[in-house]
């Protein structure tokens, strides 16, 4: 409630999001950005390390999702993200894989 205020978005993984999204809306959350590198489920539970569920983007909020294209990992996905996406009111962002190693 702070004057001037547009925005206030939150960057998730969405595993909870299901779950939080009625009581972030109620508190304002107006803009979502999600990590989501892969579309194939084995391959999300890899990255977040535990048996999760893709997460619905059918919430009504503006939605962002950025995707870390990796070479040999999800780089043949690219198109089924531009497919997945064509008919949400979302945005895709690819973006460069940048190992930090030291």
Do not use: H
């Amino acid at each position: 409630k702070l004057e001037g205020l547009k925005t206030i978005a939150v960057t998730t993984n969405g595993i909870n999001l299901t779950r939080l999204l009625p009581r972030l809306k109620e508190a304002g959350l107006n803009a979502i950005n999600i990590s989501l590198d892969t579309l194939v489920p084995a391959k999300f539970e890899f990255i977040v390390r535990r048996k999760a569920l893709l997460t619905s983007f059918r919430c009504l909020l503006y939605l962002q999702v950025n995707c870390v294209v990796m070479r040999g990992f999800n780089e043949d996905e690219v198109l089924d993200f531009v497919d997945f996406t064509k008919d949400l009111p979302l945005d895709v962002r690819f973006i460069e894989y940048m190992p930090f190693d030291g």
